[in-house]
């Protein structure tokens, strides 16, 4: 696991605790070495999460569609910036460069980033761990939304093993850096 991609809201004035949790990411990602791959802004936990790594004087490659390609919106000073056409394109690089992903806190775009991630694995594209970093537990009522479509029938129950969730980075990472795809993952493709 050596490039991480990262996932994460980029809306502004969000509460200290998320910007602090970013950063503190960021930074760790930097200190171990782990090249951060991200949206390419500089708002949010975007932004936070790519000033934790760039202060460690971590490897941050931004990956940005040319629409949100501009001065208010664009992180300067990266080590890489990758702009492409359309965000389905922008998806698939950023998918294509991880080793591994984690969602931060975010909306709509963080939960599509993240549901694709979790998809892909379910149905066997990839076999890449996907973590959630539950600051102050963000995530629990989307977990509560995953454990009842599992009870719904809607997911199979070893697919909830393909979400690693804590609320503090080291911890998330270390779970990560152990991760071992659940058994039987192929039964999405392979019904009986």
């Not at 989307?142 to 503090?168: G, N």
């Amino acid at each position: 696991m050596q490039t991480i991609t990262i996932f994460s809201g980029s809306a502004d004035q969000l509460a200290q605790k998320y910007m602090q949790g970013a950063w503190e990411l960021g930074a760790l990602l930097a200190e171990r070495g782990l090249t951060l791959v991200f949206g390419g802004g500089k708002t949010g936990l975007m932004g936070a999460v790519a000033d934790g790594a760039l202060t460690r004087s971590g490897q941050v490659v931004g990956v940005i569609n040319e629409s949100l390609n501009t001065p208010n919106l664009a992180h300067a000073g990266l080590s890489r910036m990758e702009i492409l056409p359309d965000l389905h394109t922008r998806k698939a690089r950023m998918s294509a460069l991880a080793d591994a992903y984690i969602a931060l806190p975010g909306g709509y775009g963080t939960f599509d980033e993240l549901f694709e991630a979790l998809t892909w694995a379910q149905i066997g594209l990839h076999t890449k761990p996907i973590g959630l970093l539950n600051i102050e537990g963000y995530f629990n009522p989307l977990l509560a939304l995953v454990d009842h479509a599992i009870a719904e029938h809607f997911i199979y129950p070893e697919h909830r093993q393909l979400i690693i969730c804590e609320e503090a980075p080291h911890a998330l990472l270390e779970k990560m850096q152990a991760y071992q795809p659940p058994e039987n993952l192929s039964r999405w493709v392979e019904r009986p």
